[in-house]
């Protein structure tokens, strides 16, 4: 079955950078965009970008260009987040998902994010 | 597109119907899902398509609309249905979600 195995729970200073993995299993890899979503605590959630695993293409979010990079490794069937320049408002929990098919859109477990001095 | 959902809290009785409405800013056809999420765990996807089930989701979920205008149902709310359930929309290549609506019990 489609799955999406995310790294684990970070903890980074103010300024510093952070880079979250997202590891797919059980479809084509390179068939389908990985959007990136995050959610401050008590918050919505909040679009930040996707990548198309095929050719790398991304399209980040207007806010958070500039300190946002998606990227994947094929030969792994992973995608990863790098976000720099990490301020407190960074916190929170940020989820991968595969884009939509007939079947619906599939969603990792979600990685916590805490930026703090 | 912005979607917005209302109300932001629907009080229910358990066993009672819960009605859930998302609107959007201008069409997204039938591109849009509803999702749930409880307090620490990842949103669960209950309906895309607008109307189609995801997979092993109970029938008393059920979806309709199209264009600009979407409705959740809950057709009898059981105890682990008391969580907060978003929109989304992701006709353009670029997802927007609803803010939420908050099911509490009453």
């Known amino acids: 079955q489609v799955q999406l195995v995310q790294s684990g729970a970070e903890v980074k200073k103010p300024g510093a950078s952070v880079k979250v993995s997202c590891k797919a299993s059980?479809?084509?890899?390179?068939?389908?965009?990985i959007h990136w979503m995050r959610q401050a605590p008590g918050q919505g959630l909040e679009w930040m970008g996707r990548?198309?695993?095929?050719?790398?293409?991304?399209y980040y979010a207007h806010h958070l260009q500039g300190r946002v990079t998606m990227t994947r490794d094929t030969s792994i069937s992973t995608v990863y987040l790098d976000l720099t320049s990490l301020r407190s408002d960074d916190t929170g929990v940020y989820f991968c998902?595969?884009?939509?098919?007939?079947?619906?859109?599939?969603w990792g477990q979600g990685t916590l994010v805490t930026v703090s001095s | 597109i912005v979607m917005t959902q209302s109300p932001g809290t629907l009080s229910v009785s358990p066993g009672e119907r819960a009605t859930l409405s998302c609107r959007a800013s201008?069409?997204?056809?039938?591109?849009l899902a509803w999702y749930q999420q409880k307090p620490g765990q990842a949103p669960r996807l209950l309906i895309h398509g607008a109307s189609s089930r995801a997979t092993d989701i109970p029938a008393r979920f059920s979806g309709s609309g199209s264009g600009t205008e979407f409705t959740l149902t809950i057709s009898s709310l059981q105890s682990e249905d008391f969580a907060v359930y978003y929109c989304?929309?992701?006709?353009?290549?670029?997802?927007?979600f609803g803010q939420g609506t908050k099911v509490e019990i009453k």
């Open positions: 990548i198309n695993p095929s050719n790398g293409a991304t």
């Open positions: 998902a595969k884009a939509f098919d007939s079947s619906g859109a599939a």
């Open positions: 201008q069409s997204v056809n039938t591109n």
């Open positions: 059980g479809y084509m890899f390179t068939g389908y965009f």
């Open positions: 989304q929309q992701y006709d353009e290549w670029l997802w927007t």
